[in-house]
């Protein structure tokens, strides 16, 4: 077994971890009822990666992975989320959409995940 096959599987155990926050903390705004919004998406993102317990169980590079990069740019406002359009979105918000059913949309397709192994400490 090499370094890819390592990375890979931390990558998945990180990745079932932060979905499960994410599910939490976005299921709290939508059981009350509350639309997703372009500023609570990026809320819901910011809490979920900064959740201590996922901190301690996942190395910081691999947690980068995770965080929305630029290139995505997505709206900072109190618009409701409109999907159409979006063409690739962090796997991050994906999971955020997954809970407000966004998900099944047709347009969207989930992120590729490409494993580098010089990410590893």
Request: negative net charge.
């Amino acid at each position: 077994m090499d370094d890819a096959f390592f990375l890979e599987r931390a990558f998945d155990r990180a990745a079932t971890d932060l979905r499960r926050i994410v599910h939490a903390i976005a299921g709290r705004y939508r059981v009350r009822g509350e639309p997703l919004t372009w500023r609570r998406l990026h809320d819901i993102e910011a809490e979920a990666l900064s959740d201590l317990g996922l901190r301690c169980r996942h190395d910081a590079p691999l947690l980068d992975l995770f965080s929305p990069s630029p290139e995505h740019n997505l709206p900072h406002s109190d618009e409701a989320v409109c999907v159409s359009g979006v063409q690739r979105v962090p796997l991050i918000t994906w999971f955020v959409f997954d809970v407000y059913g966004l998900a099944a949309t047709p347009a969207l397709r989930p992120p590729q995940v490409q494993y580098e192994t010089a990410a590893t400490p």
